[in-house]
């Protein structure tokens, strides 16, 4: 059966970085693109990066332009998501998901979502 584990996350300051990866076992991974997603109490699941799986499309939410980077590695199953100059608003649970579908930011087509993980950016 096929899942997501998330790693990283945490606990930083303003302006700091921190990176969350998220390894699929069970799945044909090279199949799939790959997205993230954050949700912060009491808001909406928000867009944050998208990889797609097999040409190297990447797109992101405009609040994250330019501050986040996201990767993926299809030999070792690995979407990477590389978050610098973080800011308070970045303080959500970061979600990594597959999807089939070429390109979704709106998270309705994904098949396999992580398990989340906490990022609290203090001021």
């Known amino acids: 059966q096929g899942r997501l584990v998330q790693t990283g996350g945490g606990s930083v300051q303003a302006g700091g970085s921190l990176t969350l990866s998220c390894v699929a076992t069970g799945i044909t991974f090279r199949s799939y693109s790959a997205g993230w997603f954050r949700q912060a109490p009491g808001k909406q699941r928000e867009f944050v990066a998208f990889a797609s799986a097999s040409d190297s499309m990447t797109r992101y939410g405009d609040s994250v332009k330019g501050r986040f980077a996201v990767s993926r590695d299809n030999v070792r199953n690995l979407v990477t998501l590389q978050m610098n100059s973080l800011e308070p608003e970045d303080t959500a649970v970061y979600f990594c998901?597959?999807?089939?579908?070429?390109?979704?930011?709106?998270?309705?087509?994904?098949?396999?979502w992580g398990q989340g993980t906490q990022v609290t950016v203090s001021s």
């Open positions: 998901a597959l999807t089939p579908q070429y390109f979704d930011r709106t998270g309705d087509s994904y098949h396999y």
